[in-house]
């Protein structure tokens, strides 16, 4: 049994262990991360396989991802996330049918998005109506706490209290919601979703704005932030399981791993996700509600064509299964003749138990209902990827049980994309607490 001292232990090594760790770093302190796996990145990474190079599921970023670009910024990579000027989503339906959410850059937030969902082709202008609704009550909200009548609601009960229409819903509101909270409307809650709308669209349009790497998840910030750390005297470890913390006089001081090396240090701070950490021996001090947080799956394919189907960044698929498809040959400048596809199932409760090939030819049947030249096209390769523990389910009452980043006990402290950020669990929400964690030590 090994035993080291170390100024501050960060456990995990995704992107709010890996941003609190470089926040420490950047304000000299010397500090020691651990992952279990053999490489960085948790839930956010890239491998190779089939000729392929696949990310464990397309990553959306946004312009409102402060933290999360401070962090790329600090250690040299923010080149590497492309942040498109235009705010456009384009939707595919059966048959080919088009829509297009287009926000004008000259008008400023949030009229710019008032003025994309007026000219949506498929939803009439009675329908558009109940926008005077949506608006007056996102800006009564526009601040402070959620109401808890709000709290309590599903994203579908509040939309449809505010008189917006199902079609409305299932063009618009459904996959922006499916997108940021990652579980279907009628699971997941308004509050998640109002968070997320007001700071994308009452910040300034710069928030609004969507970003995607132009590299591998991994390649955008894993290597870049451990050498951060490396080069300011700490260091990373990969294959170092925590599997208890040590607990003294109230104070946690370190941890011991599954195979019995002995790490101690001033503090440690958790980046684990909730169904990871609570499976450490915890002290009483440190259970809580959050131990019953439950996760939402993901599962995607990336799919290599002998031939382009889509002229598109990414498109929202309307009445499929498959909820976006991503042109990854367009926003990764890949040279090839033919194209690579990356499609997205969000909440998928119903698809995670699914074989991989059965999840393959959903993707196939949907890309093949909604993009014309797609029949025509051949699969020259393809790899499914399943992620059972992909986000926090943000069922109603999930809010309140988040713990505040930086809180814990007396050498402890819980950060990770679950904490209560103010945004919902995704790589913001990592990186800006792991951000504030580090500013509170
Ligand atoms: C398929 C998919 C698509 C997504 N799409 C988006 C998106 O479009 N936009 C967005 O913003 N977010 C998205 N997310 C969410 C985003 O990936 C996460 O919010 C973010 O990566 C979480 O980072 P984290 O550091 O908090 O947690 P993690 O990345 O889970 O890091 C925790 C780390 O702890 C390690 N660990 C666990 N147990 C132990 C232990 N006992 N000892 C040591 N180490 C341990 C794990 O190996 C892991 O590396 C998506 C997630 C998935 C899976």
């Given at each position: 049994?090994?035993s080291?001292?170390?100024?501050?232990?960060?456990?995990g090594?995704?992107?709010?262990?890996?941003s609190?760790?470089?926040?420490?770093?950047?304000?000299?302190?010397?500090?020691l991360?651990l992952?279990?796996?053999?490489?960085l990145?948790?839930?956010?990474?890239?491998f190779?396989?089939?000729?392929?190079?696949?990310?464990?599921?397309q990553?959306?970023?946004?312009?409102?991802?402060?933290a999360?670009?401070?962090?790329?910024?600090?250690?040299?990579?923010?080149?590497?996330l492309?942040i498109?000027?235009?705010?456009?989503?384009?939707?595919?339906?059966?048959?080919?049918?088009?829509?297009?959410?287009?926000?004008?850059s000259?008008?400023?937030?949030?009229?710019h998005?008032?003025?994309?969902?007026?000219?949506?082709?498929?939803v009439?202008l009675?329908?558009?109506?109940?926008?005077?609704?949506?608006?007056?009550?996102?800006?009564?909200?526009?601040?402070?706490?959620?109401?808890?009548?709000i709290?309590?609601?599903?994203?579908?009960?509040?939309?449809?209290?505010?008189?917006?229409?199902?079609?409305?819903q299932t063009?618009?509101?459904?996959?922006a919601?499916?997108?940021?909270?990652?579980?279907?409307?009628?699971v997941?809650?308004?509050a998640?979703?109002?968070?997320?709308?007001?700071?994308?669209?009452?910040?300034g349009?710069?928030?609004s704005?969507?970003?995607?790497?132009?590299?591998g998840?991994?390649e955008?910030?894993?290597?870049?932030?451990?050498?951060?750390?490396?080069?300011?005297?700490?260091?990373?470890?990969?294959?170092a399981?925590?599997?208890?913390?040590?607990?003294?006089?109230?104070?946690?001081?370190g941890?011991?791993?599954?195979?019995?090396?002995r790490?101690?240090?001033?503090?440690?701070?958790?980046?684990?996700?909730?169904?990871?950490l609570?499976?450490?021996?915890?002290?009483?001090?440190?259970?809580?509600?959050?131990?019953?947080?439950?996760?939402?799956?993901?599962?995607?394919?990336?799919?290599?064509?002998?031939?382009p189907?889509?002229?598109?960044r990414?498109l929202?698929?309307?009445?499929?299964?498959?909820?976006?498809?991503?042109n990854?040959?367009?926003?990764?400048?890949?040279?090839?003749?033919?194209?690579?596809?990356?499609?997205?199932i969000?909440?998928?409760?119903?698809?995670?138990?699914?074989s991989?090939?059965k999840i393959?030819?959903?993707?196939?049947?949907?890309?093949?209902?909604?993009l014309?030249?797609?029949?025509a096209?051949?699969?020259?390769?393809?790899?499914?990827?399943?992620?059972?523990?992909?986000?926090?389910s943000?069922t109603?009452?999930?809010?309140?049980?988040?713990?505040?980043?930086?809180?814990?006990?007396?050498?402890?402290?819980?950060?990770?994309?679950?904490t209560r950020?103010?945004?919902?669990?995704?790589?913001?929400?990592?990186?800006?607490?792991?951000?504030?964690?580090?500013g509170?030590?």
């Amino acid at each position: 049994m090994g035993s080291e001292k170390t100024e501050v232990i960060v456990l995990g090594g995704g992107f709010a262990g890996l941003s609190c760790a470089v926040a420490l770093a950047e304000k000299g302190r010397k500090v020691l991360v651990l992952d279990k796996k053999p490489r960085l990145g948790g839930r956010a990474y890239s491998f190779s396989e089939n000729g392929l190079d696949i990310d464990n599921g397309q990553h959306l970023f946004m312009g409102c991802y402060v933290a999360t670009r401070r962090f790329l910024k600090t250690i040299g990579t923010e080149a590497k996330l492309d942040i498109y000027h235009d705010v456009v989503v384009d939707y595919a339906e059966a048959g080919g049918r088009r829509d297009r959410l287009a926000c004008p850059s000259w008008l400023p937030a949030p009229l710019h998005l008032a003025a994309g969902l007026l000219g949506l082709k498929g939803v009439s202008l009675r329908e558009k109506s109940a926008l005077v609704a949506f608006d007056l009550a996102l800006k009564a909200m526009k601040k402070g706490p959620i109401p808890e009548a709000i709290e309590k609601m599903t994203v579908r009960q509040w939309l449809s209290s505010l008189g917006i229409s199902p079609n409305f819903q299932t063009r618009f509101f459904d996959p922006a919601a499916i997108g940021i909270l990652n579980d279907k409307p009628e699971v997941a809650s308004a509050a998640g979703f109002i968070q997320a709308l007001r700071t994308m669209f009452f910040t300034g349009r710069e928030s609004s704005r969507f970003a995607l790497a132009k590299t591998g998840l991994s390649e955008l910030y894993t290597d870049a932030a451990r050498d951060y750390v490396e080069a300011r005297g700490g260091r990373v470890i990969s294959n170092a399981k925590a599997a208890s913390l040590i607990e003294e006089g109230g104070r946690v001081r370190g941890i011991v791993t599954d195979m019995d090396s002995r790490f101690e240090s001033g503090h440690v701070v958790s980046t684990l996700p909730p169904w990871d950490l609570k499976k450490l021996g915890l002290p009483a001090a440190l259970r809580g509600p959050w131990e019953t947080l439950t996760p939402a799956p993901i599962v995607g394919a990336t799919i290599k064509l002998d031939r382009p189907v889509m002229t598109e960044r990414f498109l929202g698929m309307l009445h499929t299964e498959t909820h976006w498809v991503f042109n990854k040959t367009l926003i990764q400048n890949i040279k090839e003749d033919g194209q690579t596809l990356a499609t997205v199932i969000s909440g998928a409760h119903q698809h995670v138990g699914l074989s991989p090939e059965k999840i393959l030819r959903i993707a196939l049947k949907d890309l093949a209902s909604c993009l014309p030249g797609f029949s025509a096209a051949k699969v020259l390769a393809s790899k499914v990827v399943k992620e059972p523990f992909a986000t926090l389910s943000p069922t109603p009452g999930a809010e309140a049980k988040r713990p505040e980043p930086g809180t814990g006990m007396p050498g402890f402290s819980f950060a990770g994309d679950w904490t209560r950020t103010g945004f919902p669990a995704t790589i913001e929400s990592a990186c800006l607490s792991g951000r504030i964690t580090a500013g509170l030590l």
